[in-house]
């Protein structure tokens, strides 16, 4: 009963090629999220989608990039990996944002950069 | 905005015993408070969840209380048993129509 779905759940890219993670979802949710979560720390937000309204956190750098192409389908572009962009991508998404809204979490993707 | 600080950042406890979670936050407009669970591994997922319009809420041995004055809210877990060792974040909202923010997690163990 995958809700929210990940691919791929590993991903291997070398330093400064460009890689894409996916995200889909198959609950109808208006809002999806995108948390880059590193070793022992809190996931961190670097943008969301509300349908097709786009925004990006204030810090979240250059090289990432995403696209919302349907309700269903979120996608993450790292333009230019770099070694500090390892880390867990995570994917949520929720009916509304804010208060009240349970968001609901991605198994995630495990990026290695070499 | 939202600034959400946890405390402790690492909990040890016997099994059987009790475990607190302490987490303050900043924005007083903020209504909404969920605890999110995260095993090794895998995905976060909510746990407990407390509107501001209560002071606490309980379900089977997890419960959470809020101080709405105090700007403060934490997760009681109760008879803590081997599988409830994990990550616990705390979040909490901004005010109006923006995303959560979360605490820096805490990682319990629970120690047979």
């Known amino acids: 009963d995958a809700m929210v779905i990940q691919n791929p759940r590993y991903q291997v890219t070398q330093f400064g090629k460009p890689v894409t993670l996916s995200c889909s979802q198959t609950?109808?949710?208006?809002?999806m999220y995108w948390y880059q979560q590193k070793s022992s720390q809190a996931p961190k937000l670097l943008f969301h989608?509300?349908?097709?309204?786009?925004?990006n956190e204030a810090d979240t750098p250059d090289n990432f990039q995403s696209r919302r192409p349907n309700t269903s389908f979120c996608f993450l572009d790292i333009r230019s990996p770099g070694l500090g962009d390892a880390a867990m991508y995570l994917c949520?998404?929720?009916?509304?944002?804010?208060?009240?809204?349970?968001?609901?979490f991605g198994p995630g993707t495990r990026l290695t950069v070499l | 905005g939202e600034n959400v600080e946890q405390h402790p950042s690492t909990l040890s406890v016997q099994e059987g015993d009790s475990a607190v979670i302490k987490c303050t936050y900043s924005d007083s407009a903020s209504n909404y408070f969920p605890w999110y669970k995260q095993e090794l591994g895998k995905r976060p997922q909510l746990i407990i969840d407390?509107?501001?319009?209560?002071g606490e809420k309980k379900d089977q041995r997890i419960a959470v209380t809020l101080n709405k004055t105090a700007k403060h809210f934490s997760l009681h877990i109760t008879e803590t048993q081997p599988e409830d060792s994990a990550v616990y974040f705390c979040?909490?909202?901004?005010?109006?129509?923006?995303?959560?923010?979360f605490g820096k997690g805490t990682r319990l163990s629970v120690i047979a």
């Open positions: 407390i509107r501001s319009n209560v």
């Open positions: 989608y509300y349908d097709k309204d786009f925004n």
């Open positions: 609950l109808n949710h208006n809002v």
């Open positions: 979040a909490a909202p901004h005010s109006g129509n923006t995303p959560l923010v």
């Open positions: 949520a998404t929720s009916t509304g944002t804010g208060g009240r809204n349970e968001q609901f």
